[in-house]
């Protein structure tokens, strides 16, 4: 079984600038999650996907990220304008179900975002 | 008050030794709890789950858990260097599962 794909690994990029990362999670994984995990700190949930509906977005700073995930499988989480706050691994895992309790979730590689 | 907390270390120990490593949450009615361990440059990758009191063992990782004191904690018996990590809690609710910030595990050969 396929793991939790994330492109690119690596992004430099200016402050004020756009990038945006993807993700595939494991195939048949109902719930996608993107978290942000700065150097030193547990992952941060930004926002959490099921199927293709939002569960929670409430740690999504909206006015400078948007995520979306339009045919329920594939993501994509975008940043703009970058600020050098932002600068952290960004994470996103998935999980097979939508059950209440929380399943196990299973991490892709990672993006690291440097911005300058 | 975090939700959860745990001792950023770092938590040294010998090789061969027993490593214990504590969580502590807040939320009452968390249903569902994890230890991951993430290398450094590396994502998280789950070691155990637990949900019910008691203790869980597989292989050499035992995790226990005590919901009346909201207290989880993951030993690691004969410590290899290998498991020289950072080591995450996570603790999950409806819906939402936080990470505490870690505990730096060293294991000298």
């Known amino acids: 079984e396929a793991g939790v794909a994330q492109s690119p690994r690596y992004k430099i990029i200016e402050k004020r600038q756009s990038v945006a990362f993807w993700c595939n999670p494991i195939s048949g994984h109902a719930t996608l999650y993107w978290y942000q995990q700065i150097l030193g700190q547990g992952p941060k949930l930004l926002i959490q996907f099921q199927n293709n509906g939002v569960v929670d977005d409430s740690q999504l700073p909206k006015d400078r990220f948007s995520a979306e995930r339009l045919k329920g499988v594939d993501s994509t989480l975008k940043i703009q304008p970058a600020k050098l706050e932002d600068s952290a691994v960004y994470l996103c895992?998935?999980?097979?179900?939508?059950?209440?309790?929380?399943?196990?979730?299973?991490f892709g590689p990672g993006t690291r975002l440097l911005v300058l | 008050q975090k939700e959860v907390e745990q001792n950023s270390g770092p938590l040294s120990v010998p090789e061969g030794a027993i490593a214990s490593l504590n969580c502590t949450y807040s939320d009452r009615v968390s249903q569902s709890f994890f230890w991951y361990r993430q290398y450094s440059g590396k994502s998280p990758e789950l070691i155990m789950s637990?949900?019910?009191?008691g203790d869980k063992e597989d292989g050499r990782f035992t995790a226990q858990l005590n919901k009346a004191s909201q207290y989880v904690s993951l030993l690691i018996r004969d410590s290899q260097p290998s498991d020289s990590a950072t080591y995450l809690c996570?603790?999950?609710?409806?819906?939402?599962?936080?990470f505490g910030t870690g505990t730096r595990l060293l294991v000298s050969p």
């Open positions: 996570a603790v999950g609710g409806f819906q939402k599962l936080v």
């Open positions: 895992a998935s999980s097979r179900g939508t059950s209440g309790r929380q399943e196990t979730q299973y």
């Open positions: 637990i949900y019910s009191n």
